[in-house]
């Protein structure tokens, strides 16, 4: 076995890889960049080797600097994590070159998968369904249109080096083509160094099922079941879950089978993913191979009981795998949510900065955290705005899920923007509970965007109680203050008005042998919480039910966020409140005259010319932010003004682009 392993990666894979070494007794060395010289995995590491500037293309993508980071440590091996290397055959050849293990699959594999065009190939002669498509190299956006019209729409534009979802475009018409082909063929460029890109048919109803494969170097491979991954968002996974609230026992049997077959087709040894699309009749597709460990791969372990990082490294050492298929058992169901730094009611734009507060749910055999941050760590322009991967468990499905959402209910984190609304929301849908899901579930139910969540009239009634019990402690800690001139109870009144955002509801409070009670209207809302002023969180039972209510304090009330949803709550004595109602209202400054950079990007084209007139819905600029192209567009009618920014300058989000006459 390895004395010491060097991780070439960075944030939430990093620190998971280094986890599982130190449970081996394996010795670690981590690689970091100018912007992760504070990074978690680099404390968590045994040493750490400085490697470039913040562009991973001057760091984390340079072969030499990692082989040359394991030459000064010692390293006998490699871990790749997932992205950056872990997919290049160049890579293993350095290493192989230097005399260091590749913690993966062998090159020979890596050059057969990581080509979409010729893995297509490969799988259909090793007896593998396959996607109806043009596997040939297109040159140019007509020839784009003339295949895309050979093979029907609608079609799916894919880049054959790509993943990540960056440079995939579905397309439904000639003009769709011509526009996904040149934002695929660049963003293909951007992140891959590599514009080629293919065209498929794009299956209606499609569902993103993947199986997960173990081989090793005698020759052994087995399969560990399925992660469904249909909820995507511009083909980025969302939430995955393992097993597949789909598939039959018999759908199960045979696509794991496929796996195995292809897998055993390119003498694969290490923890890869056979990805398939399923269509609406349990028929199946093989849409693509990752030859690496998979974001979404602790979904598996949770139901497995199997440490896929555990196993890499023992293959890698040329250990025989000593599981067989026999011994493989799905148990129970898993549920992972991607936490991201992004605004989801700003279309989901990048966020960027400190995280000033961090408090993630507690850990246990329920709860599992995959995180790569801390507590005034940064989120960096230059990677993937991942904070987070959020898994529970349960032993079905609806139980899994509920553990997701109470995970996310207690999920604190401030400083930046982020996704756990959404992801709130997701859990709350009936279509997803029900596990009715395509890869369409968000365009489908969220066509306009997110717009945030909805609190049942029971959760109102809770957060009203919460703010009513937060009051009375407030007043209650201020009578306590020493050095007043004369000592005396605190007046807590008989009864409390309590705003959440514009609504109104009368509260009052009294004290029972467990807690307290708040009658709420007429509803009677009993409170057991160890809730203290200063505390982020207001965790206990609340109504009866388990609850985790987030709070903030303004300079007037609270911030109250619960299941997604955030509310201010301002608690005021009847009088108070009836003088607060004839206070003017102050509206927010009007920005419909402008077009507004909504994260921090580089422009990468200016669509228009001023004086020329838009119709909405017309591209006005695009704007990459995270290696991610995102075309702005008029909201509605109008004349372009001045155009304020120009190609190649880089904005901070609110920045100006443009003004409407």
Not at 354 to 361: E, G
Not at 402 to 408: G, K, N, P, T, V
Not at 437 to 459: R, W
Request: aromatic share 6%.
């Amino acid at each position: 076995m390895f004395k010491k392993i060097l991780i070439a990666n960075r944030g939430e894979i990093a620190c998971r890889v280094i986890k599982t070494a130190k449970k081996m007794g394996i010795k670690t060395v981590a690689v970091y960049s100018d912007a992760d010289a504070d990074a978690l995995h680099v404390r968590m590491a045994d040493e750490a080797v400085h490697i470039g500037p913040p562009p991973a293309a001057q760091s984390y993508l340079l072969i030499d600097k990692i082989v040359d980071a394991c030459k000064q440590t010692g390293a006998q091996a490699v871990h790749p994590g997932y992205g950056f290397l872990s997919e290049k055959e160049g890579f293993c050849a350095a290493l192989e070159k230097a005399g260091i293990v590749f913690i993966g699959p062998k090159p020979k594999a890596i050059a057969a998968m990581g080509d979409k065009i010729e893995s297509k190939k490969l799988a259909a002669k090793a007896g593998v369904s396959t996607v109806p498509g043009y596997m040939g190299v297109i040159k140019d956006a007509e020839e784009a249109v003339k295949v895309a019209r050979d093979i029907g729409f609608p079609v799916m534009i894919k880049a054959s080096a790509g993943g990540g979802g960056k440079g995939m475009r579905i397309a439904r018409n000639d003009d769709e083509v011509k526009d996904g082909f040149r934002s695929a063929t660049n963003e293909a460029k951007s992140s891959f160094a590599d514009d080629r890109v293919f065209i498929e048919k794009f299956i209606e109803e499609p569902r993103h099922i993947e199986i997960q494969v173990l081989g090793d170097a005698h020759g052994h491979v087995i399969y560990l079941g399925e992660r469904e991954c249909s909820i995507q968002r511009r083909h980025q996974k969302v939430i995955e879950e393992a097993p597949s609230p789909f598939l039959t026992e018999k759908t199960r049997k045979a696509m794991g089978e496929q796996a195995v077959a292809l897998a055993k087709a390119v003498d694969y040894q290490s923890a890869g993913t056979v990805e398939f699309i399923v269509d609406r009749d349990q028929n199946f597709y093989f849409l693509e191979m990752n030859t690496r460990l998979q974001v979404e791969h602790p979904v598996t372990e949770m139901i497995t009981g199997i440490d896929l990082v555990e196993q890499m490294i023992r293959v890698a050492a040329g250990e025989k795998l000593k599981i067989a298929q026999k011994d493989v058992k799905l148990n129970g169901w898993a549920v992972e949510s991607r936490v991201y730094a992004e605004d989801p009611l700003r279309n989901f734009m990048p966020s960027i900065g400190r995280l000033t507060r961090y408090l993630p749910p507690q850990e246990n055999d329920r709860v599992r955290v995959d995180t790569g941050i801390y507590e005034g760590a940064e989120i960096s322009m230059y990677y993937d705005p991942m904070i987070a991967k959020l898994v529970t468990y349960g032993p079905t499905r609806a139980e899994a899920i509920e553990s997701m959402r109470e995970a996310l209910d207690a999920y604190y984190i401030r400083g930046i923007n982020h996704n756990i609304s959404f992801l709130t929301a997701i859990m709350n849908h009936p279509r997803f509970q029900e596990g009715r899901l395509s890869t369409g579930f968000i365009a489908e139910e969220y066509p306009d965007g997110f717009a945030g969540g909805h609190l049942s009239d029971e959760a109102r009634r809770a957060l009203a109680a919460a703010a009513t019990m937060m009051q009375v402690t407030e007043v209650g800690r201020q009578s306590q203050i020493s050095g007043r001139i004369d000592e005396h109870a605190p007046r807590y009144g008989n009864e409390w008005v309590v705003t959440l955002d514009k609504q109104e509801v009368i509260t009052s409070f009294s004290l029972t042998k467990t807690g307290c009670a708040i009658l709420v209207g007429d509803v009677l809302v009993p409170m057991d919480t160890d809730w203290t002023p200063g505390k982020p969180l207001l965790q206990g039972h609340v109504g009866g039910r388990p609850m985790s209510i987030q709070v903030d304090k303004l300079a007037e009330g609270y911030r109250l966020t619960f299941d997604g949803v955030s509310l201010r709550a301002l608690v005021r004595s009847p009088r108070t409140a009836e003088l607060a109602r004839l206070m003017p209202e102050k509206l927010p400054p009007d920005t419909s005259k402008y077009l507004i950079c909504p994260m921090p990007g580089l422009v990468v084209n200016i669509e228009v010319k001023e004086g020329e007139e838009v119709k909405a819905g017309q591209a006005l600029a695009v704007v990459e932010a995270m290696k991610m192209e995102n075309i702005l567009r008029a909201e509605r009618d109008a004349t372009v003004g001045k155009i304020v920014a120009k190609k190649g300058d880089s904005l901070a989000v609110d920045a100006v682009i443009m003004e409407f006459a």
